[in-house]
């Protein structure tokens, strides 16, 4: 692409979370043609409702109400606060709780006597664990009360791709000036439609890494085992593919704070991460626009010339739609925080395509990813 890109830096926190909004980075044809190839490949839930066994799967976790209760108390004061569950909220059926819906909670099983919505060690010791699941288990949930409502798709770039999802990748190449090999080798387009009530409450793209924990890319050639994993996204970059009527805006509630604190994120009832209630009040939305791009780091660097800690200041989230449709795309840049697996991961990459270049309909990369479930 020939064109002048004019990058407007919305965002350099106190420890330089970047966010960077490209104008005009897609046509107008260009986004037509994304949601039209996406239409064409079909579209499934993000998230489904959850399961009607859910109590029974729960049973099957083997992990004692004193874990459970270290796990919760996040600043490990011998006390349970509303907002120290409300953190944990990915750890149930996939119900996005609500202060309103913890109290329910506590009041249907009798966890909380005094009805101060604190439960000391105590009180927590007295509880059946099993009355939370069956109360978690018996709630209907409607797609609204999820943490994302949207539909997704993958689009291939690889060799051989639409002349246009090729060109989208080389941008990409050229607007984060990372290696070649480490974009070319990285996830397939996503993209997403959200409907009229459509949502992603805040999250983050990836997840922190620790010694234990392997990157979604990096595994299937590493021959390790381990009980944690995540996707290693590096870099995001996203697409709006069309003009929203109402609502849509991409969320960074904590963006330019200048101390990052989870707890704070929920004050006075009031949760920063909830998009479809509490939008406004985070510190800087994106509104969508067709064809631009927004592009952050969702990792610190090393001060090595690598990949550091996770960005917490990389939080982001969709707004509701509270009217029309929005549609968007993602390009993730994957990165391995181990140097060596990410060098021993392209190697075994390269290997792969030359052996097989005569015969694989699929690039390399996009067919290893085929069988991979990745949380986003």
Known sequence: MGALLLISNLAIGPFLFFLAEIPNFLSEEECKLI???????????????????????????????????????????????????????????????????IREMYTAVKADPDGDGVLSLEEFKQLNLKDFHKYMGSQKVKVSDLVRNSQHTWLYQGEGAHQVMRSIRQRVLRLTRLPREIVEHSEPMQVVRY????????HMDSGPVFPETACSHTKLIANETSPFETSCRYVTVLFYLNNVTGGGETTFPVADNRTYD???LIQNDIDLRDTRKHCDKGNLRVKPRQGTAVFWYNYLSDGQ???GELDEYSLHGGCL??????????????????????IQFHQEMARYAQEELEAQPEWTVDKSYKNVHIEL
Not at 35 to 56: F, M, R, V, W
């Open 262 to 264: 989870e707890l704070s």
């Open 305 to 307: 010339g690598w990949v």
């Open 35 to 101: 949601i039209h190839l996406a239409q064409l490949k079909g579209l499934q839930k993000s998230q489904t409702l959850p399961t009607d066994n859910y109590e029974e799967a729960m049973e099957m976790i083997e992990v004692s109400p004193m874990d459970v209760f270290n796990l919760l108390d996040h600043n490990q004061d011998g006390q349970l606060q509303l907002k120290e569950v409300l953190t944990h909220t990915r750890l149930g059926n996939g119900r996005w709780m609500t202060p309103e819906n």
């Open 195 to 202: 409907d009229q009530g459509g949502h992603y409450h805040a």
């Open 321 to 342: 739609v509270t009217q029309g449709t929005k549609w968007i795309a993602n390009n993730w840049i994957n990165v391995d925080p181990s140097r060596s697996r990410q």
